[in-house]
């Protein structure tokens, strides 16, 4: 499983979450909403010092991640974080991981 992080998306966290080399963002599943896989569920985000990271993608310094504990809401697919031009928010795509 891996976390892609595209140069559109990683502007956006520049600009809304004012990221800075060395911090930690952390993908996590979260009771409410839907995803592609739980109903129910759907995937969050926050700005969190990990625990007991599972999965993590690193760039310019700042940490992607994923739980240990919350890699069961991916059901073995990659996680790809872009950006939606239009409404300027994040878009989530999974992907069956090879």
Do not use: C, Q
């Amino acid at each position: 499983m891996n976390i892609i992080i595209t140069d559109d998306a990683f502007n956006w966290f520049k600009k809304e979450m004012d990221i800075e080399h060395g911090d930690f963002i952390r993908f996590y599943a979260r009771y409410g909403g839907s995803s592609p896989f739980h109903e129910g569920f759907s995937l969050g985000m926050n700005r969190e010092t990990p625990l007991d990271i599972g999965v993590e993608t690193t760039r310019d310094g700042v940490h992607f991640y994923i739980e240990k504990d919350d890699e069961w809401f991916f059901n073995n697919h990659d996680l790809y974080v872009k950006v939606d031009n239009k409404l300027d928010e994040l878009v989530y795509e999974y992907k069956l991981s090879k």
